[in-house]
């Protein structure tokens, strides 16, 4: 029989067996083949690719590939002074939240500082114990009379004074109380304004609310139209027993 090229690779891989009815033509082709597979095999495996042959193939491949495209955004130029606008709006809210103090915690120092002056009895300070003559010295002022304290043998009025908080005049005496001096400051405001809270949480409520300025503790009170706000280096419960005092 005369062997096809197709029946010789099926021979040589194993698919179909070689059989003993093959002539001499046949097994002389078969084994030309054989010889001519060893010959290939043996020739690719001997063949190595050098070091730099996967370095050139990356170069190559990189070299062929096509380069990224950029994108580029396009601001349209009638929006740019919208987009100036904002920048300047952000800067101005940023610093007016970082250099402007809370309104409440401006309130709070002012009456801290209140209480500074009238321990210096400067700037206008009347030392005087004599009520009724404070009472027509703040009538004569400001208009009005606040509340005084119902003096005791531990607690003294020894002077008062008209100053300013958060830009309105208001009226502020000072006591003695044993060893120590406090301010009672009366403004319209009520305390959460000023920056004192109580924990109840509402605006306009008639607890006493309490806050602190550096070494100074501030207790207050709202009495009828205003605020009574006392301010010493005393313990709250000395402080307390100053708003207690208040009278006619």
């Known amino acids: 029989m005369k062997l096809t090229p197709e029946q010789i690779e099926d021979i040589l891989s194993g698919q179909t067996p070689q059989g003993d009815n093959l002539d001499a033509d046949d097994l002389a082709a078969l084994e030309e083949a054989r010889a001519m597979r060893a010959r290939l095999t043996a020739a690719f495996e001997s063949i190595h ?6 370095d050139k193939i990356k170069t190559s491949l990189q070299a062929s590939a096509p380069a990224p495209r950029r994108r580029t955004l396009r601001f349209p130029m009638r929006l740019i002074p919208l987009a100036a606008a904002a920048v300047l709006l952000i800067a101005f809210v940023v610093f007016q939240n970082v250099f402007t103090p809370e309104p ?16 210096s009895s400067s700037g206008g300070f009347r030392a005087t114990g004599d009520c009724e003559d404070i009472k027509a010295y703040f009538k004569r002022e400001l208009g009005f009379t606040p509340k005084l304290l119902n003096q005791c043998p531990r607690l003294k009025v020894v002077g008062c004074h008209v100053a300013k908080v958060q830009g309105q005049m208001v009226a502020t005496y000072v006591v003695q109380l044993d060893k120590a001096r406090a301010s009672v400051i ?5 305390p959460k304004k000023l920056g004192l809270g109580c924990g109840c949480g509402h605006p306009h409520c008639k607890c006493i609310h309490n806050g602190q300025c550096g070494d100074l503790t501030i207790l207050s009170v709202r009495v009828g139209d205003r605020s009574y706000s006392v301010v010493g ?8 027993f100053v708003l207690e005092r208040l009278g006619g």
């Open 104 to 119: 409440a915690q401006a309130g709070t120092v002012e009456l801290a500082n209140i209480h500074k002056a009238n321990l």
């Open 233 to 240: 280096k005393l313990p709250p419960e000395e402080l307390r």
């Open 49 to 54: 690719a050098g070091e730099s042959l996967a």
């Open 186 to 190: 009366v403004t319209e405001d009520w």
